[in-house]
């Protein structure tokens, strides 16, 4: 942490015009600098750089400036919505030849963080809105026409994350990344990636709801090329790709067996709890019965029961979610079901109309459809003791027609991978396709047919 004394006399030299003098890119070095070493700690001194930020003249800003500047606040958690209105409005007037992709990737990574505020408030001020998607739209612009092809993996999944937060689309853009993504891979000829990068741009494009076959087709292929080793024990990545071609609807079973054979050669350590969600959940949007590798998992989970991470790492979303997948597999195994009715109890005073939905199936495959002996699980009493918010929830969810087409509510997507943008002169490295599934129809309630089975 920052001495306060230190971060005082800085907050006073900002309240004096002092940062604001030497120009923009100082004042963002130093607050990139505060934020690093003491996120959330020194509101006063964010709230005078955004003042002196304020006072800095717009032609004075270059995109890599501007960019690192909203970089710090969205990394110290800080929201200065008039600062983003400002730097929307400095955006707005640099040149389009002037941004190069990492300036482009950390701006939009900066304002998606606090893409749920912005949202909200969109009816409310209409033109601040536009004013952000015009910026949207102008650096989709840019990147397209200036041909930026400069993105490494991590800068091709921060813009489509950004756009996906806000809900927008742009069929040029995503084209364009589709084609730069493609450049990374395996073969000689190719950009060197890892198995995290792939995941991350799968992750990406699932996001947002868009991929090409050409994308899927190489995807595919450097996914299945990579040795066992590339993956180093990373039962993350394995269940991000896993989850990325489930919620894009793509039953690549080249590619799934060959993730599933990689994570059977893997130590039980190399899987937290939510990697392990990811994959239930994953095989069970596809509606892949794989014993193997879910005997494996599980089994992976159950040895580790002692470990606290399976009892944390969990949210709400993530556990009814898995309940929901061993209902959707039909798995009978009467350890693992104890082990998701325990977290399933624990978390349900927490659980949303979102999360709800999943435990009445849950409950209907051991109750009614009798999955399990209903007496072998000892926390069903306590699920029991909320049927009635439960019940309402699934008649919510059948009104709003959230459902899929057997009539079964699906799971909703688990939160995932969250990317970090770009430091300031930090390098980020940056190559047979699948049977896409046809989405059923979306029904009602504004849900996408990309979160619905």
């Known amino acids: ?35 690093r070493s ?7 001194l964010f709230r005078e750089g955004a ?10 800003f270059t995109p890599q400036s501007l960019a690192m500047l909203a970089n710090a606040y969205a990394k110290a958690g800080v929201r200065d919505h008039a600062l983003f209105r400002r730097l929307a409005d400095v955006g707005m007037s640099l040149a389009p030849e002037a941004w190069d992709e990492q300036s482009v990737a950390n701006l939009l990574n900066a304002f998606a963080k606090h893409s749920q505020a912005w949202a909200r408030h969109a009816s409310l001020a209409p033109e601040v809105w536009g004013k952000l998607v015009a910026l949207f739209r102008k650096l989709a612009a840019a990147c397209v026409d200036n041909r930026k092809t400069d993105f490494s993996s991590q800068g091709v999944a921060l813009v489509l994350n950004a756009f996906a937060k806000f809900g927008l689309r742009d069929a040029a853009l995503f084209a364009h990344l589709s084609q730069v993504a493609q450049r990374f891979g395996t073969r000689n000829f190719e950009l060197t990636c890892e198995v995290q990068d792939v995941a991350n741009i799968l992750n990406a494009f699932a996001k947002a709801g868009d991929a090409d076959a050409a994308l899927l087709a190489h995807m595919s292929r450097v996914t299945i090329e990579f040795g066992q ?17 489930a919620r894009l609807r793509v039953r690549d079973l080249p590619v799934v067996t060959r993730l599933s054979a990689v994570a059977r050669g893997m130590e039980p350590s190399a899987f937290d709890a939510q990697a392990i969600a990811n994959c239930f959940h994953a095989l069970a949007l596809l509606g892949y019965k794989d014993s193997p590798l879910l005997d494996h998992l599980a089994a992976s989970l159950l040895r580790a029961r002692q470990a606290s991470f399976n009892s944390q790492d969990l949210n709400a979303q993530s556990i009814a979610n898995l309940a929901w997948a061993a209902a959707a597999l039909a798995l009978d195994d009467v350890a693992l079901h104890n082990w998701i009715a325990t977290r399933l109890a624990d978390a349900l005073p927490s659980m949303d109309a979102a999360c709800l939905p999943q435990v009445h199936q849950y409950l209907v495959a051991i109750e009614v459809e009798g999955l399990v002996p209903p007496e072998r699980i000892q926390a069903l009493p306590r699920i029991i003791a909320h049927r009635r918010n439960i019940e309402l929830a699934f008649r919510g969810a059948q009104k709003e027609g959230i459902m899929t087409s057997n009539g079964k509510t699906p799971p909703a997507d688990l939160e995932q991978f969250v990317l970090e943008p770009f430091s300031d002169g930090e390098s980020v490295r940056a190559g047979e396709s699948g049977q896409v599934l046809k989405p059923p129809p979306s029904g009602g309630g504004g849900h996408s047919a990309a979160s619905m089975l």
């Open 1 to 35: 942490r920052l001495d306060a004394s230190l971060t005082a006399s800085l907050a006073g030299a900002a309240r004096m015009g002092e940062l604001s003098r030497e120009g923009p890119l100082p004042l963002a070095l130093l607050l990139n600098a505060v934020a």
């Open 38 to 44: 003491d996120p959330r700690g020194n509101p006063e």
């Open 51 to 60: 003042l002196a930020a304020a006072r800095i003249p717009a032609a004075d």
């Open 229 to 245: 080793t590339a993956y180093e024990q990373d039962g993350a990545s394995v269940g991000i790709i896993l989850n990325a071609l």
